[in-house]
């Protein structure tokens, strides 16, 4: 068996819409999921505004079983049941996977920071007997990949990769090494983040990380631009169904494209700078390449993390240029610029992105880059798509998060799969 893995199933919950259609519509189109905060606790942040999910878990998730779940679980489940459903799989009885063959990894930057908050204040306020039995396995930074695999019966294995804004880059590296070393056929794999809420936002500006650009929120979020001040807070989930590709022939499940490789690195530089060299970017890039036996000349495409920050988006351009070559022909987009930063479902969403562009051949914009950053060295999508020619194709999809960690994926299309 080659372990060939393929992607068999996509399902998203995002700023953009409750599912990958209406998501993938809203990137095409250039559409901010940016906007004003109108609750009373964002009055006095610095920062008033954010990319929240369009549509309530809640009204998709039995309300009871809903209340039992942290926001970030909710969306997990959410993204995982679309792209469970289409990849052809049933749930419950009619579920006959071999679930001793079936694996989860869903990653999050954070976890289950309602939960704590929540349950602290209730706490403070009404005492100890308030506060909820559920408390622990809602918070729990294990509990959004439990969850779905208490859904779809996963038996193989249940991880939770856990490295800041590289989080589900990492769990759909880790899905892609469970497949190829025999552990499971088919594994679920993603990444979940829903902690819009005064805590970061105040935490975050105290940093200076945040655009402060209150007037215009959806044009605050501007990788590359020269007017671009910090990145905007974000919140969904993004899921990818995972199996071998003898396994997807043998049910004849339709076949997105391939996972063909993932490459890791770190910076070990700094706990929230980057590198400003790009050397740990650029390796992560370039490990990526080999582990999928791809040339740098063969990447068509680069789905950048580009989170709209002075000095990450000039670190990350130059860690393209070191990893591709100067001469590389690939067109980057930074996808941020519609749905903000999802923190840990960041690298699933824009994964998921990546393997749309390939199958329709088309690139969705960086939008708000009205003044480029002179000198960058790389081909953007700027403010509107861009068209990928007939035949082959391969892309990556980049996540850096605090702490160093450096995580590319390379995907190639169904034309590249042994179909």
């Given at each position: 068996m080659s372990r060939t893995v393929v992607i068999t199933g996509?399902?998203?919950?995002?700023?953009?819409?409750?599912?990958?259609?209406?998501?993938?519509?809203?990137?095409?189109?250039?559409?901010?999921?940016?906007?004003?905060?109108?609750?009373?606790?964002?009055?006095?942040?610095?920062?008033?505004?954010?990319?929240?999910?369009?549509?309530?878990?809640?009204?998709?998730?039995?309300?009871?079983?809903?209340?039992?779940?942290?926001?970030?679980?909710?969306?997990?489940?959410?993204?995982?049941?679309?792209?469970?459903?289409?990849?052809?799989?049933?749930?419950?009885?009619?579920?006959?996977?071999?679930?001793?063959?079936?694996?989860?990894?869903?990653?999050?930057?954070?976890?289950?920071?309602?939960?704590?908050?929540?349950?602290?204040?209730?706490?403070?306020?009404?005492?100890?007997?308030?506060?909820?039995?559920?408390?622990?396995?809602?918070?729990?930074?294990?509990?959004?990949?439990?969850?779905?695999?208490?859904?779809?019966?996963?038996?193989?294995g249940v991880h939770t990769p856990v490295s800041a804004c590289a989080s589900s880059n990492?769990?759909?590296?880790q899905g892609l090494d469970i497949i190829r070393y025999g552990r499971a056929d088919v594994c679920v794999v993603g990444g979940t983040e829903g902690v819009v809420h005064a805590l970061p936002i105040a935490a975050f500006g105290q940093m200076q990380a945040l655009s402060r650009r209150n007037d215009e929120p959806e044009r605050a979020s501007r990788p590359w631009d020269v007017d671009r001040d910090g990145f905007v807070l974000g919140e969904g989930a993004a899921v990818l169904v995972l199996e071998t590709l003898e396994h997807a022939q043998a049910r004849g499940a339709k076949i997105y494209g391939t996972l063909a490789g993932a490459g890791i690195s770190a910076d070990s530089h700094d706990i929230v700078q980057p590198d400003p060299t790009g050397y740990g970017q650029a390796s992560a890039m370039k490990r990526a390449l080999a582990d999928a036996s791809l040339a740098p000349a063969d990447i068509d495409h680069v789905n950048a993390h580009a989170t709209s920050t002075p000095q990450g988006d000039i670190t990350e351009a130059g860690s393209i240029r070191a990893a591709l070559?100067?001469?590389?022909?690939?067109?980057?987009?930074?996808?941020?610029?519609?749905?903000?930063?999802?923190?840990?479902?960041?690298?699933a969403l824009e994964s998921l992105a990546t393997i749309l562009a390939l199958r329709h051949r088309t690139i969705p914009p960086?939008?708000?880059?009205?003044?480029?950053?002179?000198?960058?060295?790389?081909?953007?999508?700027?403010?509107?798509?861009?068209?990928?020619?007939?035949?082959?194709?391969?892309?990556?999809?980049?996540?850096?998060?605090?702490?160093?960690?450096?995580?590319?994926?390379a995907f190639t299309n169904a034309n590249m799969t042994e179909v």
């Open positions: 996509l399902g998203a919950t995002t700023p953009l819409g409750g599912d990958v259609a209406s998501t993938w519509e809203g990137l095409l189109a250039g559409r901010s999921g940016v906007h004003t905060i109108t609750e009373d606790w964002a009055a006095e942040l610095p920062t008033k505004f954010a990319a929240r999910v369009v549509v309530q878990p809640d009204t998709i998730i039995p309300r009871v079983e809903a209340r039992r779940m942290d926001r970030s679980s909710q969306l997990a489940v959410v993204a995982a049941l679309e792209a469970w459903a289409d990849a052809g799989f049933s749930l419950g009885e009619e579920n006959t996977l071999d679930r001793d063959r079936l694996a989860v990894s869903i990653g999050t930057g954070i976890g289950g920071l309602h939960t704590i908050l929540e349950n602290w204040d209730t706490l403070r306020e009404r005492g100890v007997r308030r506060v909820s039995p559920y408390t622990i396995p809602m918070l729990m930074a294990n509990a959004p990949a439990a969850q779905v695999g208490l859904r779809i019966g996963a038996k193989a990492e769990a759909i590296a070559g100067d001469d590389n022909r690939a067109i980057v987009t930074g996808t941020k610029s519609m749905t903000g930063h999802l923190l840990g479902a960041a690298g960086t939008i708000n880059l009205e003044n480029m950053e002179p000198d960058l060295g790389i081909d953007i999508a700027a403010n509107t798509p861009r068209e990928l020619p007939a035949g082959d194709l391969a892309a990556i999809n980049n996540s850096f998060g605090f702490g160093g960690p450096n995580v590319a994926i």
